[in-house]
């Protein structure tokens, strides 16, 4: 069956530091990938997706890009601050016949400290 | 504003209490779900409506009974609760024509067994 797997968190950094999560995926069609957010006493918000390979998906100074080729889906800012504290979920979607399937990776809950 | 509306934000039960969980959503969406999330656990997936129909019970004990009525109003009734229910429970809902679309989630309702 599909699958995504993340880094294990939690990731701590100093404000204006760079950020990577890493995704990696496994499955059998053509998914669909997501990254998104949950701040405290929230649900999930979607930070960004991508549909196809090679394609970008960014949104607030973060980027993902679909790679084919390694499964990978890996999230990025160039300089993170505190307000980014949260925890990032990657997920993929795909089709069958009942409908659209969602698998999530576990979160990695990431501190940003000023 | 999400689109996704739950209520209520917090339930505090004992275990022989009877309680309805409710989802709203003002997308135009014809799926919807329930998740289950728990303190250091990944997201699980409960049960899945499309188009008002059941097409997924993740093995849910029969204390959560879903109800939904229409493609914009999901129910989780609980009866008989235990302790380790206790969790955060998230509503999302999707347009399921192909594979593209992300879910949106609600703000989830924090539900304690006493």
């Known amino acids: 069956g599909n699958s995504v797997t993340q880094m294990e968190g939690p990731v701590t950094l100093s404000e204006e530091a760079f950020l990577t999560i890493n995704c990696t995926y496994t499955?059998?069609?053509?998914?669909?990938l997501f990254w998104y957010v949950q701040y405290p006493g929230e649900g999930l918000q979607l930070l960004l997706k991508a549909t196809k390979a090679d394609d970008k998906g960014s949104n607030k100074g973060f980027e993902a890009t679909y790679r084919k080729e390694t499964t990978s889906f890996h999230l990025e800012k160039g300089s993170v601050q505190v307000s980014d504290s949260a925890v990032y979920f990657c997920a993929l979607s795909d089709q069958d016949n009942y409908g659209q399937n969602f698998v999530f990776g576990p979160g990695t809950r990431l501190s940003v400290l000023p | 504003e999400t689109g996704v509306t739950q209520t209520p934000r917090h339930l505090v039960m004992g275990m022989t209490n009877k309680k309805s969980l409710k989802c709203e959503q003002h997308l135009g969406h014809n799926a919807m779900y329930w998740y289950k999330q728990s303190a250091k656990k990944p997201l699980e997936l409960m049960f899945v409506y499309n188009f008002k129909e059941q097409t997924e019970n993740n093995s849910v004990p029969s204390r959560f009974s879903p109800e939904c009525p229409n493609s914009s109003h999901l129910f989780l009734h609980l009866h008989t609760l235990q302790p380790e229910d206790s969790a955060l429970y998230l509503c999302a809902s999707s347009q399921t024509q192909g594979n593209r679309q992300p879910q949106h989630f609600g703000d989830g309702t924090r539900l304690s067994i006493l």
């Open positions: 499955a059998t069609g053509y998914p669909s």
